[in-house]
């Protein structure tokens, strides 16, 4: 008999309806109250189920316009785009689900809110909204890279003692100044667009931060795009350990970011505990300068760098605390702005930054930040099991009676016939073959329901090759023009055409000629012959 541990960790009922079941045909003996008890599970409806009752998603099975095994081929295409990097929309699901209703011949609409009742059939999926992903960011995902890191960060931290005290997170942040956040508001039915004033101005503000991985955060880092540092800018800073930088545009140069590192140095010699301090940092440019990486050498400071675009993965700072410190200041230039938006200026980020990251820096969230990239504490399948796995939809294999592999072509109306054939033979069969029978029609069907969704989905895949084929054909410029009509450019096209098909068949005709000639003085020089032929 399973524990009740093992049994009560299985989230899909119907997994421990179909155990618990098991077990009652295995050992009449057994107590149904304590099978009951022991895989969580109402006791009498256990007991109907066990006398032969239908559960209400099998009994309602028959009036679903997809059947069973095509809503399990549409689970294992969500599944399987999503593990490449496209999870799909809602539109896109109801698009699947018309073109299976359709290769079998229905051909009315779907109800408008047919996919909340899937959802509620299939509680393992549910909406919600995506994070965009650049493509490079989802190639550098590599399992075995990203495990070799945290082999590495785990090694490193053994070989020089580095406790949780002493782990730390550092990187840059931007900020457009007079850029708000998109929000929802109240206007009248009658209306059919809302925009929010806003300041609108994008001077760029840089802002480099640093946390512990016990909860701390250091003094701010503020660089400014400007020549001097003004006075009024010390008023609104509560922190008198801020360091205020101008730079000619705004941005970390390589000199900053060791002037930078000095400061963290200064900041955290006091408070070390062993003998080393890590600090965990991107790969950019002022990051590993020679100047930064000599200081960390001759002041026990170990640099260790990310893995290219996996910060969305594995930086504290990007995970769980500059999404909440953004959000934060973008609301408070909404507010501001809410009686008349001026231009954001400096003074008015210092008020505005010093309000958010109150906000954004609260200690749940940076220990969440580092609990949520397996850092601290040590737990890298927080991490590995995030990362895209793809999944290959299962295949029907059918064998003749030979053994020998038979491709069944598959039309629209395959799934019909396959009940119709079925139905037939089970009328004419013993009763003890018919599980078996119907396993096969299972098997069937749900190879129909697959055929029918890879189909769709390598049709997907061809058109997005032709766009890229297409996008490589528009590089080529139409002749010198700098204007030009459309029936001007087709013009110029054809021309172009008709004059690269016309040198093309010079070359032919060259190469042909060519050959010829070289035939006749090979034959010449290796067949003897008198010169009285070729009089």
């Excluded at 400071?301 to 675009?309: D, E, Q, T």
Aim: charged share 25%; glycine share 6%.
């Amino acid at each position: 008999m399973a524990s009740d541990l093992s049994t009560k960790s299985i989230p899909d009922i119907s997994t421990r309806y179909t155990l618990a079941l098991a077990e009652l045909d295995n050992d009449s003996s057994v107590s149904l109250r304590e099978i009951a008890r022991i895989y969580d599970l109402p006791r009498s409806t256990l007991q109907h189920r066990w006398k032969g009752r239908q559960s209400a998603e099998t009994f309602h099975a028959h009036r679903q316009r997809l059947s069973p095994h095509e809503e399990d081929a549409l689970i294992r295409w969500i599944d399987t785009m999503t593990a490449w990097g496209w999870p799909p929309r809602i539109k896109q699901l109801e698009t699947m689900a018309k073109h299976l209703l359709e290769a079998k011949g229905d051909l009315k609409p779907i109800g408008q809110h047919w996919y909340k009742v899937f959802l509620k059939r299939h509680p393992e999926f549910k909406s919600r909204y995506s994070r965009n992903l650049n493509q490079d960011r989802k190639d550098a995902g590599n399992l075995d890279t990203i495990k070799e890191w945290f082999t590495l960060y785990n090694s490193t931290r053994i070989q020089y003692g580095i406790t949780d005290y002493d782990t730390y997170n550092m990187d840059e942040k931007g900020f457009a100044m007079g850029i708000a956040d998109s929000a929802r508001v109240l206007i009248r039915r009658s209306e059919a667009q809302a925009f929010s004033v806003q300041a609108g101005n994008q001077d760029w503000v840089s802002v480099i931060e640093c946390v512990r991985s016990t909860g701390d955060v250091l003094p701010s880092y503020i660089i400014f795009q400007g020549k001097q540092i003004q006075k009024a800018w010390l008023e609104p800073i509560m922190d008198g350990r801020t360091t205020l930088r101008v730079s000619d545009n705004g941005w970390t140069t390589n000199e900053i970011g060791c002037q930078w590192l000095e400061a963290f140095d200064r900041h955290t010699q006091p408070q070390l505990q062993g003998t080393h301090r890590l600090l965990l940092l991107d790969g950019h440019e002022s990051h590993v300068s020679i100047d930064f990486i000599e200081y960390c050498h001759t002041h026990n400071i170990i640099a260790l760098c990310l893995p290219p675009h996996s910060t969305h993965l594995l930086q504290p700072l990007d995970v769980g605390i500059f999404g909440p410190l953004s959000k934060a200041y973008k609301k408070c230039v909404y507010t501001h702005s809410r009686y008349g938006a001026v231009t954001v200026g400096k003074l008015d980020f210092l008020f505005y930054y010093q309000q958010a990251r109150i906000e954004g820096f609260s200690t749940q969230n940076i220990l969440s930040a580092w609990r949520s990239t397996g850092l601290v504490p040590y737990n890298p399948d927080v991490v590995v099991s995030k990362l895209p796995r793809p999944k290959t939809p299962p295949y029907a294999t059918f064998t003749n009676e030979d053994g020998v592999q038979v491709n069944v072509p598959v039309t629209p109306h395959t799934a019909t016939r396959i009940n119709e054939v079925i139905s037939a033979i089970l009328s004419g069969m013993t009763p003890s073959l018919h599980a078996r029978v119907l396993d096969l029609k299972d098997t069937a069907l749900t190879a129909v329901a697959d055929r029918t969704v890879l189909q769709q989905t390598n049709q997907e895949l061809l058109d997005k090759q032709k766009q890229q084929r297409r996008k490589k054909q528009s590089r080529k410029a139409v002749g010198k023009a700098r204007v030009l009509t459309v029936d001007e450019g087709r013009t110029i096209v054809q021309q172009e055409e008709d004059k690269k098909k016309e040198l093309d068949q010079k070359k032919e005709r060259y190469h042909a000629l060519r050959g010829k000639v070289g035939f006749a003085k090979l034959a010449y020089k290796e067949l003897a012959m008198e010169y009285s032929v070729f009089m």
